[in-house]
């Protein structure tokens, strides 16, 4: 048995034991998981030898310790905000497709995605209920780090697959196993790494989020994927707006510092495949993408409530010439249109935008830290890393979803667990917003000029669990 498997051994075990008595172990332990995917790794033999479902184990135990933890977790926050509505009601109509699409249940396809994206459900049913502290979110996100650490590595070291140059699969999870995926899932990972690195105050912990974030880049650097340029420039471009002005000159200068060091990293064939970006028209795979959509936006046209979840690969040679094998859609939206409709893409924009209402409603909560530095300095500092929290990960989804347009993620659980960390970090916010207005009413009944010190407009109503 290697090292690398005894710690693992080490590491599942104790935090599906641990999840029993606090939940929170399970849903880190669940998150490296998904990006370990132990039963495909070169150490795993005895995980497949057990024939043991890692991420099903330790979803069960988590929820056990919930079920035993029940009155814990009992407090006023919603665990149905709107976001998770909407994600149920996108569940429902995809389970309605999966039952009336032109090859109901009896494709492995539709089934497969219908059973994933019931297990997302209730893992972000899990993850609302369950993370609802601060210091829960921050542990959320280093664990997030901790298998970016360890994808990157592995990258790094050259342990997967190459195809023509380019780091091509076996690596991680099965969400992002092949090139194009493991780009997408690498450039959100910059942006909280980022955060962690400028809100961290350890050296180690520094330390690590500068590591994370320089095996993320480095391995998008040797997938040599082209949608995550896209994606990078608009990370980086709604980080600027979006961030604070006392850390935009910060940031901007650690992405410069970043973007010279990364520089360092390419090679010819990096760059030659990127310069393809300029005459797409001359790329026999980017020509061949723009028929794929033509062909989505025909299958919308002919069948406007989708042919079925699952399906396109099975219908996108009927619509393109010389197509004799199944292809992916190539694009999220695409996909999501062509199999189920316009229906499911209208829900599916719902869940993102009710993601990002999310966010702004937490950042709106901590947007008056500034206020409240002398007078009351420990909310000051929740409220701060509150704007903060839900910035990163606004500018991370931002990313993710700009990469997604040109690359299939429609039943990537990585990008709907990040969508669904909105509902906690809203659910966080909540709690702090009661907290100031407690602040609130006892600094007005001791001190009627006291409550000037506190942003006008940001207490006056009784929070909304939307």
Same mark, same amino acid.
């Given at each position: ?84 509505? %909407? ?11 999966? %039952? ?17 994206? %019931? ?44 195809? &023509? ?283 009627? &000029? ?10 006056? &109503? ?5």
């Amino acid at each position: 048995m290697s090292l690398t498997e005894i710690i693992f051994w080490f590491v599942f075990i104790g935090g599906g034991v641990g999840a029993m008595f606090n939940p929170t172990y399970g849903i880190l332990v669940y998150i490296l998981v998904y990006h370990l995917n132990p039963e495909a790794q070169w150490w795993g033999a005895n995980v497949r030898a057990l024939e043991l479902r890692t991420s099903f184990v330790i979803a069960l135990t988590t929820t056990i310790g919930v079920l035993i933890n029940w009155k814990r977790f009992n407090r006023p926050e919603k665990q149905f905000p709107i976001m998770y509505v %909407m994600m149920l009601a996108f569940l429902a109509y995809c389970l309605f497709t999966f %039952m009336s699409g032109l090859q109901p249940i009896a494709d492995g396809f539709g089934r497969a995605r219908i059973d994933k994206l %019931m297990r997302i459900s209730i893992f972000v049913f899990l993850l609302i209920r369950i993370i609802r502290t601060m210091r829960q979110y921050r542990w959320l996100l280093w664990s997030w780090m901790a298998g970016t650490i360890y994808i990157g590595y592995e990258a790094w070291s050259g342990v997967g697959g190459n195809e &023509s140059g380019r780091l091509s699969s076996y690596l991680g999870g099965a969400d992002f196993n092949q090139s194009s995926g493991l780009a997408a899932h690498m450039v959100p990972m910059t942006a909280i790494a980022g955060f962690l690195f400028f809100s961290s105050r350890s050296k180690r912990a520094k330390f690590f989020a500068l590591l994370a974030a320089a095996f993320a880049i480095n391995t998008i650097i040797l997938t040599r994927t082209r949608n995550a340029v896209p994606g990078m420039i608009v990370l980086v471009i709604v980080g600027l707006i979006r961030l604070p002005r006392g850390l935009r000159i910060k940031c901007l200068v650690g992405m410069l510092i970043g973007l010279a060091c990364a520089a360092q990293l390419t090679d010819k064939g990096w760059w030659a495949r990127m310069a393809t970006l300029k005459n797409p028209n001359q790329d026999a795979s980017i020509v061949r993408r723009y028929d794929y959509w033509q062909a989505a936006v025909e299958m919308a046209a002919d069948y406007p409530w989708g042919i079925g979840i699952g399906q396109f690969r099975n219908f996108v040679p009927i619509y393109v010439e010389d197509l004799d094998v199944g292809r992916s859609a190539h694009s999220t939206y695409f996909q999501c249109l062509a199999e189920l409709g316009y229906p499911g893409l209208f829900l599916y924009l719902l869940v993102i935008a009710t993601s990002f209402y999310h966010f702004e409603r937490a950042r709106r909560v901590g947007r008056g830290w500034r206020a409240l530095q002398l007078s009351h300095p420990d909310l000051a500092q929740e409220q701060r890393e509150i704007h903060l929290l839900a910035t990163a990960n606004e500018v991370a989804v931002c990313g993710f979803l700009v990469c997604a347009a040109f690359t299939s993620r429609l039943w990537v659980e990585g990008l709907w667990v990040l969508m669904a960390m909105s509902c906690c970090l809203r659910n966080i916010a909540a709690c702090l917003q009661l907290r100031l207005q407690e602040v609130s009413s006892s600094s007005s009944t001791s001190s009627p &000029s006291a409550e000037q010190n506190l942003q006008p407009g940001l207490l006056i &109503s009784q929070p909304r669990y939307t």
